[in-house]
């Protein structure tokens, strides 16, 4: 059974920073896109940052270009997300995905999700 376990979240204040890590068991995502969304309360989901699979391609949301840096490391099935100066508004359930589609917005595989709240 596929799964996708992140970790990392927790409470943070406003300029700080978190990495959320990934694993993925019960299989391979080598040949697979992977990434992030988030979602706040009362908000839609929002795409956040996706890297591809040889880690060379990485594609961000930009209101996180220049804070956030997404990177994996197949041997370990894993993906990372650093996030630095965290504002505000970064707060919400971050879920990680492997192959998401951007355009429905749904992925073969998601995690349970993890909540990063930053406070000012």
């Known amino acids: 059974q596929v799964q996708l376990v992140e970790s990392g979240g927790g409470l943070v204040q406003v300029g700080g920073s978190l990495r959320l890590s990934c694993a993925a068991s019960g299989g391979t995502f080598r040949r697979d896109a992977m990434g992030w969304i988030r979602q706040a309360p009362g908000k839609e989901r929002e795409f956040v940052a996706q890297i591809d699979w040889t880690g060379l391609i990485t594609t961000y949301v930009n209101s996180v270009k220049g804070r956030f840096t997404i990177s994996r490391d197949n041997a370990k099935n894993t993906v990372y997300l650093q996030m630095n100066r965290l504002k505000p508004e970064d707060t919400a359930v971050y879920y990680c995905?492997?192959?998401?589609?951007?355009?429905?917005?749904?992925?073969?595989?998601w995690g349970q999700g993890t909540q990063v709240t930053v406070s000012s």
């Open positions: 995905n492997a192959g998401l589609n951007r355009a429905t917005m749904t992925a073969d595989y």
